[in-house]
């Protein structure tokens, strides 16, 4: 098994422009997720899906798209990059039910 | 919404020191509890985790927390930290489907 892997490992980007950061897993997990880690705020939910076809927003969902169309993928979008949006981002995967959530490497983004 | 608060957010001790790292989350129904640690450039990895059962969980390298919920806390511990052990840890609760983190405590020994 791979895990919970992450495309690109690091992204520059200029404001507005907009860029796809890609998640997979292959432990058929139903319940995926995406973070940002800020220093001093820790761990901030973005978006979720407890299932192909299903998502929902966590704390901070704006500027931030998601879809689930198959159970491995989880990709994130950014449509319009912002100053404010470099961070370092998390893809994490679990079964939903009683389980250890596991974390990708995470992709760092400097937006200028 | 749920919440948790870590109220230390740098410690610096000595190695052999004792640590206690305090956690308490806000929500009053069913939980399962978490501690991530992330070392300097790598990604978050499973301390320990409580589900259900005994109240005091022991986890990697010598770490243990205990779960008291009259108290809604879930403080990490460790009897004799090492310089390896220069990291930020996260403790997290899920609830309600989703893993919600604390912001972090910065912990750095010396030598």
């Known amino acids: 098994n791979a895990g919970v892997t992450q495309t690109p490992k690091f992204q520059v980007l200029k404001t507005g422009q907009s860029m796809t950061l890609q998640c997979a897993q292959d432990?058929?997990?139903?319940?995926m997720s995406w973070y940002r880690q800020d220093p001093g705020m820790g761990l901030r939910l973005i978006h979720y899906?407890?299932?192909?076809?299903?998502?929902d927003q966590g704390e901070v969902p704006n500027g931030y798209n998601v879809s689930r169309s198959t159970t491995e993928d989880f990709p994130l979008r950014l449509l319009s990059a912002a100053p404010s949006q470099t961070s370092v981002y998390f893809c994490?995967?679990?079964?939903?039910?009683?389980?250890?959530?596991?974390f990708g490497p995470g992709t760092r983004l400097l937006v200028l | 919404a749920q919440s948790v608060s870590q109220h230390n957010h740098h410690v610096i001790l000595s190695e052999a020191a004792s640590l206690e790292l305090g956690c308490n989350y806000s929500?009053?129904?069913?939980?399962?509890l978490f501690w991530y640690v992330q070392y300097p450039g790598q990604h978050l990895q499973l301390l320990l985790k409580?589900?259900?059962?005994?109240?005091l969980v022991k986890g990697i390298k010598g770490f243990e927390a205990e779960f008291i919920k009259s108290k809604f806390s879930f403080n990490l511990r460790k009897p004799s930290v090492q310089w390896s052990d220069t990291a930020e840890y996260f403790c997290?609760?899920?609830?309600?489907?989703?893993?919600?983190f604390g912001t972090g405590t910065r912990l750095l020994v010396s030598p």
């Open positions: 994490a995967s679990r079964r939903l039910v009683q389980e250890t959530q596991y």
């Open positions: 997290a609760v899920i609830a309600l489907q989703k893993l919600v």
């Open positions: 432990m058929n997990h139903e319940y």
């Open positions: 929500y009053g129904g069913t939980v399962n």
């Open positions: 899906s407890v299932g192909a076809g299903i998502t």
């Open positions: 409580y589900f259900s059962g005994d109240p």
